[in-house]
C-alpha cells in the first residue's frame, strides 16, 4: 500500500523568508509524484510534478522540489515567499502497483506573515 | 480557461433531501473521479469512472452514487445527506493508461446539509 506523510500540518513564516514543507513517501515501486495547492474554497491546482528525469522540479512561481529515492521523500521549498503563497499544500504520489490511484498527504496549511 | 466544471459552487440542502452535483470536462479524458474533502482535512476518493467503467471505493457509503452519461459529463448524488456529509466535493480528471500523470481538478461543489 501506499502512502504519504506530511510532517507539518502548519508553517507560519515571515514575507520574504524561505519555507520548506516537508513530504515522504512508502511504496514499494516507481512513484509518481505531485505537489498541489488549495486556496481558501478553492480546488485543488496543481504546483508541480516528478514523473521522470532531472530529480529537481520547477514551478512557474518559484517553488521547486526534489525527488530523493533513498530517503523516499519529495520535500518541496521556496527562497522567499509572498503573502499570496497562504494556501493549503499537499503532497500526493501515484503508482501503477497502486491501481494508479492518487494518495495524498494530510496537507501543510502554510500562513504567510507581512 | 476552466477546463473541469463544477456545479453547483454551492448548494444548501436539507437533511435527508436528496442532492446532486455535477461536473463536466473539455479534456477528453478517459478517467473521472470524486472525492469528498471535510475541513482541514486531504480530499478522500469516493470512486472514480474509466470511461464507462464503475470503481467504487470499499468505504464509500452506500449513500453516494455516480453516474456518467457521457465522457464529458459525471454526476455524483446523494440519496439521503446527513450531517455529516456536509464538505467539498471535488470532481477530477486523468488521462488513462501509460504512465500515471497528474489529475485535473474542478473548483469544488461545497456541499451544507442543515
Known amino acids: 500500500a501506499q502512502s504519504v506523510t506530511q510532517l507539518d500540518s502548519q508553517v507560519p513564516v515571515f514575507e520574504e523568508a524561505p519555507v520548506e514543507l516537508r513530504c515522504n513517501y512508502s511504496?514499494?515501486?516507481?512513484?509518481?509524484l505531485f505537489w498541489y495547492v488549495q486556496y481558501p474554497n478553492q480546488g485543488l491546482q496543481l504546483l508541480l510534478k516528478?514523473?521522470?528525469?532531472?530529480?529537481l522540479v520547477e514551478s512557474i512561481n518559484g517553488f521547486e522540489a526534489e525527488f530523493n529515492k533513498s530517503q523516499t521523500s519529495f520535500h518541496l521549498r521556496k527562497p522567499s515567499v509572498h503573502i499570496s503563497d497562504t494556501a493549503e499544500y499537499f503532497c500526493?504520489?501515484?503508482?501503477?502497483?497502486?491501481?494508479?490511484?492518487?494518495?495524498f498527504g494530510g496537507g501543510t496549511r502554510v500562513l504567510v506573515k507581512p | 480557461d476552466a477546463m473541469v466544471i463544477q456545479n453547483p459552487r454551492y448548494q444548501v440542502t436539507q437533511f435527508g433531501k436528496p442532492v446532486t452535483l455535477s461536473c463536466s470536462q473539455t479534456?477528453?479524458?478517459?478517467?473521472m473521479y470524486w472525492y469528498q474533502q471535510k475541513s482541514s482535512q486531504a480530499p478522500k476518493l469516493l470512486f472514480h469512472?474509466?470511461?464507462?467503467?464503475?470503481?467504487n471505493e470499499a468505504d464509500t457509503p452506500d449513500n453516494f452514487q455516480s453516474r456518467r452519461p457521457n465522457t464529458s459529463f459525471c454526476f455524483l448524488d446523494i440519496r439521503s445527506p446527513g450531517l455529516g456529509d456536509a464538505a467539498m466535493y471535488l470532481c477530477?480528471?486523468?488521462?488513462?493508461?501509460?504512465?500515471?500523470?497528474?489529475?485535473?481538478f474542478g473548483e469544488g461543489s461545497r456541499l451544507t446539509v442543515l
Open positions: 477530477a480528471t486523468s488521462r488513462g493508461g501509460g504512465a500515471p500523470g497528474e489529475l485535473f
Open positions: 511504496s514499494s515501486v516507481s512513484v509518481y
Open positions: 516528478y514523473l521522470s528525469g532531472s530529480t
Open positions: 500526493a504520489v501515484r503508482s501503477l502497483a497502486a491501481g494508479n490511484k492518487l494518495t
Open positions: 479534456l477528453n479524458h478517459n478517467v
Open positions: 469512472y474509466y470511461d464507462k467503467d464503475f470503481n
